[in-house]
């Protein structure tokens, strides 16, 4: 179940992307020399950036399984990001075989790879769509075929919102896909912040890289007063918005100064 519009043709390679210097940061082979140029300027920069891509990465799949554990038997993963193994579906279906799982990315490379990597299993479907467009997201016939709106989702926007600025109205976006979901709905939400960090000196150049670069999407980093006003209508679960390492560690905690260098926060509400 891939997007039929989509085509090789579509993907940029003459501009960084996102999807491909995070999969850079991961340690992944699936990006472009722009990409790899552009995101070793920003390690080079900037070198927290690693820990705290890793540790996003762990805390979604802490997020995912804890709400498998829940019964939670249907996910949107809205910025999928390129394949990384363990996906959404793989981490959820390993508590709950029949969980089934949407994948939504902008960039065609996701796609690309979508097919062998997020396909396979049976369950999950994966289609182009932007979160700036909720009306098309939520009423693509992919997700139709997978997501009952009856029964409780698991709405996924990690490590994406910093990609919305603030005249887009990212609150609004959140509001959108909430309204759309039945009580009992959860949300995990991650998203960098300049809180850890001073930002005019290497940090700020290094974010600066993404606008320089005319990389396909600017990074707009949040406070966490303004990342807790996305989870507007849920509740949140304990133990609130933390740092990832923070957020129901399965390993040693980091620490404090170890902390001091992870710039993002995450957590998970379930919609009131
Ligand atoms: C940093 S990666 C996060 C991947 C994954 N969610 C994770 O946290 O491991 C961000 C992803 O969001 C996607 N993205 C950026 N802007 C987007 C948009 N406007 N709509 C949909 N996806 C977007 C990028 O293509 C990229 O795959």
Redesign the pocket.
């Known amino acids: 179940m891939t997007d039929q519009g989509f085509s090789t043709a579509d993907i940029d390679t003459g501009r960084p992307?996102?999807?491909r210097m995070?999969d850079y940061y991961?340690g992944g082979r699936d990006n472009y020399e722009v990409d790899r140029e552009a995101a070793q300027h920003v390690v080079d920069l900037f070198p927290d950036i690693v820990p705290m891509?890793r540790g996003?990465?762990a805390f979604?799949h802490r997020a995912v399984r804890f709400l498998a554990q829940r019964g939670v038997r249907q996910f949107i993963?809205?910025?999928?990001?390129?394949p990384?193994a363990p996906n959404t579906h793989q981490i959820a279906q390993e508590v709950a075989p029949d969980a089934r799982v949407a994948y939504?990315?902008?960039?065609p490379i996701?796609a690309t790879y979508a097919g062998a990597h997020l396909l396979g299993a049976g369950g999950t479907g994966f289609f182009l769509?932007?979160?700036?467009d909720p009306g098309s997201i939520l009423g693509h016939p992919t997700l139709g075929e997978l997501i009952d709106f009856d029964r409780p989702v698991g709405l996924?926007l990690?490590?994406?919102l910093h990609?919305?600025r603030d005249d887009e109205d990212p609150a609004g976006l959140v509001a959108a896909y909430r309204d759309a979901l039945p009580r009992g709905s959860h949300l995990i939400l991650?998203h960098t912040t300049g809180d850890f960090h001073e930002l005019d000196g290497d940090a700020g150049e290094a974010r600066d890289v993404y606008r320089d670069r005319q990389a396909?999407?600017t990074l707009t980093l949040r406070s966490h007063a303004q990342v807790l006003d996305f989870f507007d209508g849920f509740a949140l679960v304990e133990p609130g918005l933390v740092q990832p390492p923070l957020w129901h560690p399965d390993e040693p905690v980091p620490s404090d100064e170890e902390l001091a260098h992870i710039g993002f926060y995450g957590g998970v509400g379930v919609k009131r």
């Open positions: 992307h996102p999807a995070y991961l891509a996003n990465r979604m993963d809205i910025g999928t990001g390129i990384t939504v990315d902008n960039d996701v769509g932007d979160v700036r996924m990690v490590a994406v990609f919305v991650s396909t999407a």
